[in-house]
């Protein structure tokens, strides 16, 4: 009892820090605002701050660690019968529809979008953010898969998957920045992921399938289900 009230007090803390911090961030760009700010607005000491957070970066990007995991969850959480991109498409479409800010779909990513080019800082955060994401998933994929180590298929499905997202995203915080209504855009977008996935699920739609209960294995995507004619 006294650990889990002392774990949801640092959870609050932690959560209001950022939010703070966040908060200063959109309103003045990441570069002007100083953690020594951020700690004095929120009422704690500087050391308190990164007690929370390593870096400056991980005041902004706070959710970074749920962002790297994304697309690993969505497949290791996947329903039987269910394919690694039929898993990530069924999230991304639940995301999409309730405006959920996991995939970048949410109100406000314009001004985000805007602070993240502002700063090199950030948008080198950024990038490594997105090369983990990738190696989650691939790891992921291959763990699931029973790969072989030199088997470099993981890694290919990893990164189509992970460029359909990116691209989606960057498209829907370009169109916000432009000015563009964020429910029209969504639509669109939905049009536009339709689309990316049914390209993905041609090429790779049966890589990684978990079988049904006692259903045997089917071939792996580039796998023959027969001999080659000599």
């Known amino acids: 009892m006294e650990e889990g009230l002392r774990e949801r007090k640092k959870r609050e803390t932690r959560q209001r820090i950022a939010d703070i911090a966040m908060g200063l961030f959109l309103q003045r760009g990441f570069d002007n605002v100083t953690v020594a700010?951020?700690?004095?607005t929120a009422d704690v000491s500087v050391n308190t701050v990164f007690n929370?957070?390593?870096?400056k970066e991980d005041l902004f990007l706070d959710r970074s660690e749920e962002s790297e995991d994304l697309l690993a969850r969505a497949v290791r959480e996947r329903r039987a019968g269910e394919t690694a991109v039929e898993a990530v498409r069924r999230d991304f479409f639940e995301a999409l529809g309730t405006g959920d800010w996991r995939y970048g779909m949410s109100e406000g990513l314009d001004l985000f979008t805007q602070r993240v080019r502002e700063s090199e800082a950030l948008q080198s955060r950024v990038r490594m953010l997105e090369v983990h994401r990738e190696e989650r998933l691939a790891r992921t994929l291959a763990e699931d898969a029973d790969a072989d180590p030199d088997d470099l298929t993981p890694r290919l499905v990893a990164a189509q998957i992970c460029a359909?997202?990116?691209?989606?995203?960057r498209h829907f915080?370009?169109?916000?920045m432009?000015?563009?209504d964020p429910p029209l855009i969504r639509a669109d977008i939905r049009v536009h992921a339709e689309r990316a996935f049914d390209?993905?699920?041609r090429g790779i739609g049966d890589y990684c399938l978990r079988p049904e209960p006692g259903s045997l294995s089917l071939p792996q995507a580039g796998e023959r289900s027969t001999p080659a004619p000599r």
């Open 173 to 176: 915080a370009m169109r916000q």
């Open 199 to 201: 390209l993905l699920e």
């Open 178 to 180: 432009a000015g563009e």
């Open 164 to 169: 359909v997202v990116r691209t989606l995203t």
């Open 52 to 55: 929370y957070f390593r870096t």
């Open 37 to 40: 700010e951020v700690a004095r």
